[in-house]
Structure formats: C-alpha cells, structure tokens
C-alpha cells in the first residue's frame, strides 16, 4: 500500500499539467521557454505561420537556451568584458527605441511635414506636364537632316521609329508621355517648355546623351496632391532620412540636456 501511494506521489510531481504545457514552447533542463516568446520570433520572421515554422523556431530557442545555460555553467556570462557588452547592446536597444518613439510622436510637426512638402511641390517646376515627342541620333548633321525632312513633310513619327537612338521612345514615334520638366536634363527641359503646341525645334539640342530633335503635342495643368494626401508618405520618408533623423535626435538629446540637473 505505501509503495503505491509513494508512486503515485512522483507521478504526480513529474507530471506537467495541461495549462503549464500550454503556457511553454519547451522546458529544457527545468528551465521553461515561454510560448510566448516563440509566438514572437514566428511573428517576427514576416513568414505565414504555418507548423514548419514553429519548429524551426522551436529548435532556435532551444539551442539558444542550451547554449547560455552551458555558458553559465562555464561562468563566461559573469565575465567583466561580456557583461559590459551585454549593457551596451542593452543601452543601444533601450535608445533605439526611444528615438523610434520620438520621432513618431514629438518629432513628425506640422512644421516639418509642411516644408518637406513644400520641397516636393517644387518639383512639379511651373505647375505644368508636357506631352513630348523626341528624336535622338549621335550627330549634329543627322539631326539637322532629319529636321528638313520633317519640315518636307516627312512624319515626325516613323523617322523617330526609324532613326531614334532612344530605345524606350523610339519604336512609339517619340512619343515621351506626361512627364512633369523637371524629369529632363536642364537642356531638354529648356527647349520643351520653349515651344509651343504642335511646333518642334528648328535647330539640333545638345545633351549629354546626344542630339535631339523635340516636338511638344501637348501641355496641361499639373494635379499637385495635396499636403494631407502626401501626409503619411511625408512622415515615411523623413523617418527614413538619416539626415533627418541625426538632426532630430541632436534636438532630442538638447532639450534633454537643457532640462536635466547635471554636476
């Protein structure tokens, strides 16, 4: 009788209940690997959860466990040199995510978003997009011997299909799309915005790329979007300026300076 009672008893105390189970991913030697923490590293890996997944993330946290237990056991974790690297990764963390939370909440102002808008609006140069057709050849004369003979009544058109250099232009006549000045090398664009609807220039462009021949078809208003629309993209990409994020974070560390008791 005292026998069975006695292995019952460790049964019963090597025995993981059902809720402890469900609480743990593992419990390698005594010590529990929360099911928490592997539902972190599965969602952390931008993979669909799937169960191949939580294996493989199971067996890191294993190893991982296993490896700073053997590292406790080889007393390398009490070592001066790898505690004061565990507090500098421990601080860097810590200051990563302040500056992540600054910026998110105190740094993105109004003022700030507007001027960065601002700049891109200047980009869309005079408010206009041009509707162009371009010729491009090597040599001066060429151009110039294909401006007699559009001006003879060839087709602006098939000589661009013809004879344009421009792979991406040439075999649609030229034919540029909308596309906003600013998009072209400064001799290009000057030239472009310099003619009217329907002329072409008379005499060869020079650019880096060669010897053009430009015909405008069309121009028209620009549709700027407005600065609520370019708001969340605004905040997007001053968060990822460097830039940005260095001034801001010498602005964050100064007003933390200027309010701090220092002696």
């Excluded at 199971?58 to 790898?82: C, F, S, W």
Aim: aromatic content about 6%; charged content about 30%; cysteine-free.
């Amino acid at each position: 009788m005292k026998k069975t009672v006695l292995t019952l008893s460790l049964l019963a105390a090597l025995a993981v209940s059902p809720f402890a189970a469900a609480q743990n991913a593992a419990v390698v030697n005594g010590k529990a690997i929360p099911k928490a923490k592997l539902d972190a590293l599965v969602k952390s890996a931008g993979q669909p959860d799937n169960p191949e997944l939580r294996n493989r993330a199971r067996d890191m946290l294993i190893d991982r466990e296993l490896l700073v237990q053997e590292a406790n056991k080889r007393g390398v974790t009490q070592r001066p040199d790898v505690q004061e690297q565990v507090e500098q990764a421990r601080l860097n963390v810590i200051v990563a995510a302040l500056f992540e939370d600054y910026v998110k909440n105190d740094a993105n102002n109004e003022a700030d978003l507007r001027a960065q808008y601002e700049k891109i609006k200047a980009q869309f140069g005079n408010g206009k997009e041009y509707r162009a057709r371009h010729i491009l050849v090597e040599k001066e004369a060429d151009a110039k011997a294909l401006i007699a003979q559009i001006k003879g009544g060839a087709s602006f058109e098939e000589l661009a299909k013809k004879s344009s250099k421009d792979p991406g232009s040439g075999p649609n006549g030229g034919d540029l799309d909308w596309a906003n000045p600013n998009g072209f090398v400064p001799e290009f664009s000057a030239a472009m915005t310099g003619l009217t609807k329907g002329k072409m220039t008379e005499t060869p462009v020079k650019t880096q790329f060669g010897w053009h021949i430009i015909k405008l078809e069309d121009v028209r208003d620009a549709k700027i979007p407005s600065f609520e629309e370019l708001k969340p993209q605004l905040m997007q990409m001053m968060a990822q300026d460097q830039n940005w994020q260095r001034e801001k974070f010498q602005s964050m560390l100064k007003s933390l300076r200027d309010r701090a008791k220092i002696q």
